[in-house]
């Protein structure tokens, strides 16, 4: 079964929307980090966000935001007033208490194109 | 440039040839894992090592895979005898540690290996 899933695999705003990416994951852990990485065309991969599963609180910076909530084990991120350079593959990632060895478990991503 | 180093960026060979990719990790990281990324997939984690130990090599292929981190020098991740189905990127990440999950880990810029 898949850990993390990103249903969207494409979205395509014009400039100066918002945009909400989703991410979904399972775990039977308590204790439990969740993640997100851009990966723009250039291919790197660019870390953004971490949050661990004690701390729902949601996150700010800059554009970026982030809505983690248990109850529906998600962890959304929305780009507000997207640009240009927003246009990337973002990757939504799980990584398990009680996984010795760090292991993340990555989305398939969203591949996000911001129209100028 | 203090984050993780990955060469070559592209690589190209030819079936039956032997693939070698080298990753140095980040400045005081001690940690290197390795993840593939097929075309249009997410990323899936191949093994963690620490200095002259493989702590987690259970997603590597059973068979043609191989990595190592010696005492001295990059860590190192070889494929002989490649395959049409090797061609994917594999990225490297580093952190600064770990035995316990959810250090953040960063990304290498890759390496695109391309069997022809």
């Known amino acids: 079964a898949q850990k993390v899933t990103q249903a969207q695999t494409e979205i395509s705003v014009v400039e100066k929307e918002d945009v909400t990416l989703d991410c979904v994951y399972e775990t039977r852990d308590t204790t439990y980090y969740l993640f997100w990485y851009k990966q723009p065309p250039s291919g790197e991969l660019v870390f953004l966000i971490r949050?661990?599963?004690?701390?729902?609180q949601n996150e700010i910076s800059g554009r970026y935001s982030w809505n983690f909530q248990k109850s529906t084990s998600s962890f959304n991120f929305t780009i507000t007033a997207s640009q240009v350079v927003d246009s990337a593959v973002y990757f939504c990632a799980l990584s398990e208490g009680t996984n010795t060895g760090n292991q993340f478990y990555f989305g398939t991503g969203t591949s996000l194109t911001v129209i100028p | 440039n203090a984050g993780v180093m990955q060469n070559p960026r592209h690589l190209v060979r030819r079936r039956g040839q032997e693939a070698r990719l080298r990753c140095s990790p980040m400045?005081?990281?001690?940690?290197v894992y390795w993840y593939r990324q097929l075309p249009e997939e997410g990323l899936k984690f191949m093994v963690y090592?620490?200095?002259?130990?493989?702590?987690?090599e259970s997603g590597m292929p059973k068979e043609r895979f191989s990595a190592e981190f010696p005492k001295e020098g990059p860590s190192i991740l070889r494929i002989q005898q490649v395959v049409r189905g090797d061609s994917a990127a594999y990225f490297c990440a580093s952190s600064h540690r770990t035995g316990l999950s959810g250090n953040t880990i960063y990304f290498g810029e890759g390496s695109w290996l391309t069997v022809v």
């Open positions: 090592l620490q200095k002259e130990n493989i702590i987690d």
């Open positions: 400045k005081g990281h001690s940690h």
């Open positions: 949050r661990n599963s004690f701390d729902e």
